[in-house]
């Protein structure tokens, strides 16, 4: 018998999972007891209790699990690239606009017709909008950078 039937043998032995006619050829054979020996040495050198999970596992894992239920909200650092994308198209958009076929007399006369007083109303919306820009910067924002 090679060495490795062997050693599945005992290993299927020890589990108690080895047929009555396999245990009588396992006896029969020489080296077995030596085989045993030195699988049962190994086996009290490894301790079961180390595969076991702390008493705190489930804990951490209910806890990761809870985490992950959370809403994620970006950090002011991870809007900045947003915020340079939605610019740098506001900007890309304004220009193809402003080159457009609409001469400039027209768009001169929609903006001289369309100018409103600055009203508490407006003023109020600066005010709110900046508390949003505010809001989503980790910096201060003075009004005159703006």
Do not use: Y
């Not at 008493?55 to 900045?80: D, E, M, N, Y």
């Amino acid at each position: 018998m090679n060495a490795k039937k062997l050693e599945k043998w005992i290993l299927l032995e020890q589990t108690g999972e080895l047929s009555p006619r396999r245990q009588k050829i396992l006896n029969q054979c020489p080296g077995v007891q030596e085989r045993r020996d030195e699988l049962k040495t190994l086996f009290d050198a490894v301790s079961l209790s180390a595969g076991e999970p702390s008493p705190w596992a489930a804990t951490r894992i209910h806890a990761r699990v809870q985490r992950g239920h959370r809403p994620v909200l970006l950090s002011a650092r991870a809007w900045r690239p947003i915020l340079a994308l939605a610019a740098c198209l506001t900007l890309i958009v304004t220009t193809i606009d402003f080159r457009s076929d609409s001469s400039p007399s027209s768009v001169a006369a929609v903006a001289v017709g369309e100018v409103d007083e600055w009203n508490v109303q407006f003023e109020e919306d600066l005010t709110e909008l900046e508390g949003l820009i505010l809001a989503i910067s980790d910096t201060s924002l003075d009004i005159m950078e703006m």
